[in-house]
């Protein structure tokens, strides 16, 4: 069974710059999330979708973060515009039931 | 406010011994409560999971507790070896957005 995928690996962007993240899920899996780990830190809910509608999104930053996710399958993550405290690892994960399967996450470096 | 707490020093234990891992919280009443690894440069990968009406769990060399009176969590992976180093994190469920701990970092030394 494919795991979920995400991309880019790694981004290096200036401040006030955008960026966008991908993800796609496992196949079959209705709910989608996107994490935020900060360095020493645990994963940080920040949006939650099941198939395509928001579920959750009280710890996304709107003035600066979107997400989307198109037909209930893959989803988009953007920052716009980027801040030094964006830096961290941008994790997706996705679920059927309890337990979510985690992709490898994309590392965010705001300079 | 609502606290999920894990030791955030380093747990070192030499090989073939008990690890044993904390997760303590606040003001949660989790519907049920998840542990999973995490590796450096990886995402968190799920072990096991116990729910509010269970006092233990087991997998293999993994047991959980899990404590609602006390809040409390306990994490052992018995036997442990060098490959068992790495970051655990709890996580609670319930009627709110999933919260995880920041982790603790598990170091088994040969």
């Known amino acids: ?111 | 406010s609502q606290k999920i707490e894990q030791n955030s020093e380093a747990l070192n234990i030499q090989e073939g011994k008990t690890a044993t891992l904390t997760c303590n919280y606040t003001n949660y009443s989790p519907a049920y409560l998840q542990w999973y690894r995490q590796d450096p440069g990886r995402g968190p990968v799920f072990l096991l999971l116990i729910r509010e009406n269970e006092k233990e769990k087991r997998k293999e060399r993994l047991k959980v507790t899990f404590d609602t009176t006390l809040k409390q969590s306990l994490f052992h992976i018995t036997a442990s070896q060098p490959a068992d180093s790495a970051t655990y994190l709890c996580a609670l469920r319930g009627s709110y957005i999933p919260t995880f701990g920041r982790g603790t970092s598990l170091i088994v030394h040969p």
């Open chain 1, 1 to 111: 069974e494919a795991g979920v995928a995400q991309s880019p690996r790694y981004k290096i962007i200036e401040k006030r710059q955008s960026v966008a993240f991908w993800c796609n899920p496992i196949s079959g899996h209705a709910t989608l999330y996107w994490y935020q780990q900060i360095l020493g830190q645990g994963p940080k809910l920040l949006i939650q979708f099941q198939n395509n509608g928001v579920v959750d999104d009280s710890q996304l930053p709107k003035d600066r973060f979107s997400a989307e996710r198109l037909k209930g399958v893959d989803s988009t993550l953007k920052i716009q515009p980027a801040k030094l405290e964006d830096s961290a690892v941008y994790l997706c994960a996705s679920s059927l039931g309890a337990e979510a399967f985690f992709g490898q996450g994309t590392r965010l470096t705001v300079v």
